[in-house]
């Protein structure tokens, strides 16, 4: 069949709409008529260059939400119909990583997803004849794109596409990160680096387990509006800060993090996640995706001292299991999504929603097929 996609073919270029072929599902893949996908900062990281994984052309997207078309043969947990969320954490229920209730890394298909192909070895998507890559085994910045049935979540019919396609990374990463990684007890005081997509999703889930001083820190002061809604107690611009600051954040917090969550990507915001948690028992999640050739560093005294470095992908969630879950909470009023989404744009318009970001005026944007 044809379908609109917005297709990346070159690393730092704009994408470009096109009319592209993709091939029916076979053994054990489900056709997804994606409705509405949101745009995370990981497809810009991919986009730009950064991602030692990324490979071009290819058809980026990995927070997506829409209803099954078609099913290939051996698919039986799903059928035409069903609302579904796309998982770049599939969860097979078989490997020794799923059978582990350590990590939710299922590891069936990461090697195919990760070079950009179904598990078979080959494509679905191509133009004129030669192949587009998948990515992140969803694609969703594809009007149709084809999954592996373990990598699509079911979900209740009465949930708004436009809303809960961001529950298939940035809200499920956030709160997960809170809830599943970092188990964070009521009462403990949160220190987050960077409040977009992702760390106004960790305030959001600092408060809904009941943690006491929940700080921001972001370099933009248009951030602290929304994320003091969502719970933030604390805003804290490293521009504004005299002196260092880790010592600041320390005072601030008085002794340390009991938790901190690092949702930017850089190295030198890592450092300092890990630096301001507390002597002796802080911990601090990575949850930024560094670029091709990063490294992170401090002093390992600090570690010897009692702090630890952790990182967490999707929120440690299980997603065949878990993301029905979190619609459910999104659906029932226990956790918020719309204000976050503060674009919505048709896939013409995809372009301006990495504009926008660049910019720092959105926190999602999302495209509505
Ligand atoms: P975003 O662009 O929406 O937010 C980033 C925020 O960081 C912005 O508010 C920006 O102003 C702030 N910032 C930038 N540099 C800063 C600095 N030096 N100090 C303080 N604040 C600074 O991005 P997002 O969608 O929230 O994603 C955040 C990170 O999380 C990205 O690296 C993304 O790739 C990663 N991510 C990881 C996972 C995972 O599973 N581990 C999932 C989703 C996203
Ligand atoms: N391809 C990159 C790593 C990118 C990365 O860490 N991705 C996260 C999800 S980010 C979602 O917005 C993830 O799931 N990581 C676990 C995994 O298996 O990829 C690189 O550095 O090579
Ligand atoms: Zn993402």
Redesign the pocket.
């Known amino acids: 069949m044809k379908t609109r996609a917005a297709v990346a073919f070159q690393a730092g270029k704009p994408l470009s709409i096109e009319e592209v072929d993709l091939d029916g599902p076979k053994e054990g893949e489900v056709l997804v008529e994606i409705k509405a996908t949101g745009i995370?900062?990981?497809d810009e990281?991919t986009l730009s260059g950064a991602d030692p994984e990324g490979a071009f052309p290819a058809i980026l997207g990995h927070e997506g939400a829409g209803v099954v078309v078609d099913v290939g043969p051996g698919v039986k947990t799903l059928k035409k119909g069903d609302h579904v969320i796309p998982l770049y954490t599939p969860e097979c229920r078989e490997c020794e990583y799923c059978l582990n209730p350590k990590t939710n890394l299922c590891q069936a298909i990461r090697t195919t997803q990760g070079a950009g192909v179904m598990p078979d070895g080959t494509s679905r998507f191509s133009l004129n004849g030669e192949k587009i890559l998948h990515y992140m085994g969803t694609s969703t910045f594809a009007n149709h794109t084809v999954l592996p049935e373990i990598a699509l979540a079911k979900v209740r019919e009465d949930a708004p596409f436009d809303k809960i396609c961001y529950i298939g990374?940035?809200v499920t990463?956030g709160i997960g990160a809170v809830i599943n990684t970092a188990k964070v007890e009521p009462g403990s005081n949160v220190v987050v680096?960077?409040?977009?997509?992702?760390?106004l999703n960790v305030i959001q889930g600092a408060k809904l387990v009941g943690a006491n001083m929940i700080v921001g820190?972001?370099?933009?002061p248009a951030?602290k509006e929304m994320a003091e809604k969502f719970g933030m107690t604390h805003f804290v611009n490293?521009k504004e800060v005299e002196g260092d600051l880790v010592p600041y954040l320390v005072d601030l917090t008085k002794g340390g993090a009991d938790y901190s969550f690092e949702?930017?990507?850089?190295p030198?915001?890592m450092r300092q996640a890990l630096e301001c948690c507390h002597k002796g028992w802080g911990e601090s999640i990575i949850?930024?995706?560094a670029g091709a050739g990063q490294e992170i560093s401090t002093r390992p005294f600090q570690l010897v001292t009692g702090r630890s470095w952790r990182?967490?992908?999707?929120?440690g969630a299980r997603g065949r299991t878990d993301v029905p879950k979190i619609v459910d909470w999104y659906m029932d009023g226990k956790i918020s999504i719309d204000p976050m989404i503060t674009h919505t744009l048709t896939l013409d318009e995809i372009n301006k929603g990495f504009d926008l970001?660049h910019a720092?005026e959105s926190?999602r944007s999302v495209v509505v097929y």
């Open positions: 995370c900062h990981t990281f990374c940035g990463t680096f960077g409040l977009g997509g992702i760390g820190v972001d370099l933009n951030k490293p949702c930017i990507g850089l030198q915001t949850i930024g995706v990182g967490t992908a999707f929120g970001m720092g926190i």
